[in-house]
C-alpha cells in the first residue's frame, strides 16, 4: 500500500474516531496523529513496526514518529491543522 492511502486512512481514522492530545490510551478511542497512523498500517494488513512509523513520520516532514508526537501535542494545536498535515501528503 502506498504511503498516500495510508494517510488517508489515517486521516478516515481520526474523523470517525476522534483527535486528542496528551497522554496515551485515555480509553475513550480518540487517537492522536501517531496512533492514527499506527491504526491506518494496522487496518492496511501492514505490521506497524517502528521502522514503517517512522518512515510515514518522514514522508509527512517529521524526523521521527516523537516528533509528531511533539507537534501533536504542541499547546494551540488545532484538529483542522493534523488533518491539513495530511492531505498535504495524501
Known amino acids: 500500500m502506498k504511503p498516500q492511502q495510508i494517510y488517508q486512512k489515517a486521516k478516515s481514522a481520526l474523523l470517525e ?3 486528542r492530545q496528551g497522554a496515551r490510551a485515555c480509553g ?3 487517537l492522536c496523529l501517531a496512533e492514527a497512523l ?3 498500517l494496522d487496518e492496511a494488513g501492514q505490521l506497524p513496526d517502528g521502522v514503517a512509523l ?3 513520520a518522514r ?3 517529521f524526523r521521527d514518529a516523537g ?3 511533539d507537534w501533536n501535542d504542541k499547546p494551540g494545536r488545532t484538529f ?3 488533518l491539513e498535515r495530511l492531505d498535504a501528503w495524501a
Open 28 to 30: 475513550d478511542g480518540r
Open 80 to 82: 483542522s491543522e493534523v
Open 67 to 69: 516528533e509528531a508526537v
Open 54 to 56: 517512522k518512515t510515514l
Open 38 to 40: 499506527v491504526a491506518a
Open 17 to 19: 474516531r476522534g483527535w
Open 59 to 61: 514522508h509527512i516532514g
